[in-house]
């Protein structure tokens, strides 16, 4: 059984616009949550990631929502760029395995130009 | 050479094939993990070595072989594989107190024929 979903293969956005990217998680003992990019031919690259005693965290044009309540957190890019076009993978671990990160399939972003 | 370095970025090998996977960091990490990536399907831990003693293998065939001579190098050596296992397998390495969780290799796309 997955302990993180993400239920979205695939996400075309226009350039400029917001992606939005979600994921969803079933273990309540998960309490840090990382975003990573990857590229083509290229290893995932870390993004951006929260502590589980924030709802929000922003680097620049990355900010990513934490609700505990739904097991739910979510990616915005704001604006999107051609270059964004990548793999986002949602990824957790607990504070008791720190080393071992749980990860979802990847959602599919395509910023069209 | 600074990063996680994989090699060799492409390996084609018959079932009856024994083939070794390389991967170095050069980061001064203190755990290194193998993950192995198939089409759609989440990342899947395969074995993580802390200070070159294996902590953690889930559950993975005997068909492959994890080797971590010191904290720099990790191996997979892989023997009478089947078709199912071709995949892209990434190694990463971490330290223990960083936000960042893991830095990748790029990976070896692995075909079973």
């Known amino acids: 059984d997955q302990q993180v979903k993400q239920n979205s293969p695939s996400l075309s956005v226009q350039e400029g616009r917001i992606s939005i990217l979600n994921c969803d998680y079933t273990?309540?003992?998960?309490?840090?949550f990382l975003w990573y990019k990857k590229y083509p031919a290229e290893g995932p690259t870390f993004l951006i990631s929260?502590?589980?005693?924030?709802d929000k965290n922003e680097d620049g044009r990355f900010t990513v929502f934490l609700n505990k309540s739904a097991k739910h957190l979510s990616l915005h890019i704001v604006p999107s760029q051609p270059g964004d076009s990548a793999v986002y993978f949602c990824?957790?671990?607990?504070?008791?395995?720190?080393?071992?990160?749980?990860f979802g399939s990847g959602t599919q972003l395509t910023v069209l130009p | 050479e600074t990063g996680v370095t994989q090699t060799p970025r492409h390996l084609v090998m018959g079932m009856t094939n024994k083939k070794s996977l390389k991967c170095e960091q050069h980061?001064?990490?203190?755990?290194m993990y193998w993950y192995k990536q198939s089409a759609k399907k989440p990342l899947e831990l395969m074995f993580v070595?802390?200070?070159?003693?294996?902590?953690e293998n889930n559950s993975v065939p005997s068909r492959f072989s994890p080797e971590c001579p010191n904290s720099s190098h990790l191996f997979l050596h892989l023997h009478t594989l089947q078709p199912e296992d071709s995949a892209l397998y990434l190694c990463?390495?971490?330290?223990?107190?960083?936000?960042?969780?893991?830095?990748f290799g790029s990976g070896t796309r692995l075909t079973v024929v």
């Open positions: 273990n309540s003992m998960f309490d840090y």
């Open positions: 990824a957790a671990r607990t504070s008791g395995s720190a080393r071992q990160l749980t």
């Open positions: 070595y802390s200070l070159e003693e294996r902590v």
């Open positions: 980061l001064g990490h203190n755990a």
């Open positions: 929260i502590s589980s005693i924030k």
């Open positions: 990463a390495s971490s330290q223990d107190g960083t936000s960042y969780g893991y830095t």
